[in-house]
């Protein structure tokens, strides 16, 4: 009964903690991506820019937030201080502890996905922009009605890509940990499906529950496959309609 409590709570947390990070992450991705699409002095600079947290090591990136989001001493609170906020204890909150994880996704992954997004912006037709301009379409407009609906398959696989890696997410939580192991935090708050499975199979030995979880994952990978498969043709259908 204990086993099949904190696997619910690991699916939970993986569930939250990949709403949390998903989310924004796409969205500022496209915001990003948008503004990188026009001719900006040093746009070359930008984008590189952009893949650095990509780049950085997860260890090293993780460090950083953990020193951020410290209790005593975080530079966050530090901020939340001087607008007259008490400090959070971000690492044994529940919320907070999945808000402080996500946000190291966030970090990492965005300008990943907004040079993904860049690229399928720059293959756009420029005739597209052309013609809604002479109808008088603002910048605004052009992007709602030319570049996302242009975008659509990209968003998808980026949309598939991130939550496979939600799914999968392991490092992050396992570091921002400290030295508590695979238990995500004193009460597991933290803890995900990836982090539940390395805690069964690698420390406590527990080989059968580890293989039940990595089944529980796989699934949940088919059933993400088979969606964007169905979201796939249902957007190809309303084009062949168009």
Known sequence: RACSEFFWNAL????????????????????????????????????????????TSVAAATLVFVMLFGRDYGMINWFLSLAGF??????????????????IVVWRWTGYNALIYLAA??????????????????????????TLPSLRPTILFTVVVSTIGA???FGEPLLFNGGGGATGGSEH????????????????LHLGRASAIAWAMFLLLIVIGLVSLAVTRWLRRGEGKA
């Open 121 to 146: 912006m720059q293959s756009i037709p420029s005739d597209l922009y052309e013609s809604a301009a002479l109808d008088g379409a603002s910048r605004w407009q052009q992007f709602l009605h030319v």
């Open 86 to 103: 008490e400090h959070i204890d971000w690492q044994n909150g529940s919320f907070t502890s999945q808000l402080a994880v996500s946000s």
């Open 167 to 169: 799914i999968q997410l």
């Open 12 to 55: 939970q947390n993986t569930f939250t903690i990949g709403i949390l990070s998903t989310v924004p992450q796409l969205l500022m991705a496209l915001g990003i991506a948008h503004l990188l699409n026009y001719r900006l002095r040093g746009s070359m600079f930008f984008r590189v820019a952009a893949l650095t947290p990509y780049a």
């Open 189 to 204: 708050q933290f803890q995900t499906l990836g982090l539940y499975l390395y805690e069964q199979g690698w420390t406590n």
